[in-house]
């Protein structure tokens, strides 16, 4: 079951060409406009986002078992922190492809990213396992580019960048390292991948920054162009009736001469015949 009428694709019942899975129908609207509703609640990629909240206090209370240093625990809490890193990509790229973006999801997923996040950091910080300027410098970054955007929303959307991106997985990886219980190469490995996350952190938050001043820049300059732009036409409209030397005038001024030697009638309908 599709849930595509049989109208939208040719009668056929079979989705129209290049229909995605997750599309409602289409309904009627005033003047004959057609509006799409918002995808349900309930569709995969919700269900990923709630899991992955779920999986929050799953994980900090794994991670913080026996003290928080047993490494069977500490293996079981990275299982958690893998899954919910996991379900962060294949949520939205299926809101994306099948056209199930929600106002729920579009609250609760970067919600979800931040809490788990944040999670982890705070408590290895907390167990001595990762030093509290590392996690302050995270935690600063991804809560003041989140209000930035807030702060430029009205003058348009600051797209993720693949910086952006590359940092995510950067710290991902580092945290789920640390969260394990490594010796040897392996902990001086992750040291690295954690000091590449925090450069990564703060080179793309200054990305994003020059971003929000030239996208808040331009806004500002649209919204001038557009005031400036009302107000000649404002001016044109009240001088609209004023006749210009040069051309002929109009409005209720403009009326035709009289007929010379007529008896003062003006040169409209027959009369103007005849004044030839």
């Known amino acids: ?8 694709s040719g009668g056929t019942g079979r989705p129209a060409p290049g229909g995605k899975l997750g599309v409602p129908p289409r309904s009627q609207g005033a003047g004959g406009t057609k509006a ?23 994980f900090v209370v794994l991670l913080l078992q026996d003290g928080g240093h047993d490494p069977v625990w500490r293996a079981w809490a990275w299982a958690a922190f893998a899954v919910a890193m996991i379900t962060d990509v294949f949520d939205g790229h299926l809101a994306r492809t ?51 955007r807030f702060w430029v ?12 991106k590359v940092k995510t997985l950067a710290q ?58 009302g107000g000649a036409v404002g001016a044109g409209g009240e001088a609209g009736g004023e006749s210009v030397p040069g051309q002929p005038a109009t409005g209720p001024e403009a009326e035709a001469p009289e007929v010379p030697g007529g008896s003062g009638a003006s040169a409209k309908g027959p009369a103007a015949g005849s004044a030839r």
């Open 1 to 8: 079951m599709t849930g595509v009428p049989a109208s939208a």
């Open 36 to 58: 799409v509703d918002q995808a349900g609640l309930w569709n995969i990629a919700n269900i990923l986002t709630m899991i992955r909240l779920v999986l929050v206090p799953a």
């Open 98 to 148: 099948y056209n199930l973006v929600t106002d729920f999801g579009k609250i609760a997923d970067p919600i979800a990213d931040k809490a788990i996040m944040a999670a982890g950091l705070i408590c290895l910080s907390s167990l001595g396992d990762l030093p509290w300027w590392v996690t302050a410098v995270i935690l600063a970054r991804e809560l003041g580019i989140t209000l930035m």
């Open 153 to 164: 929303i009205r003058h348009g959307v600051i797209p993720a960048s693949r910086g952006g």
């Open 172 to 229: 991902g990886s580092a945290v789920g390292m640390y969260v394990l219980v490594l010796t040897g190469p392996l902990a001086t490995l992750r040291f690295w991948v954690m000091a590449v996350a925090v450069v990564l952190t703060v080179v793309t938050a200054l990305d994003y920054v020059r971003e929000a001043i030239i996208l808040r820049r331009k806004g500002l300059e649209a919204e001038r162009a557009a005031k400036a732009g």
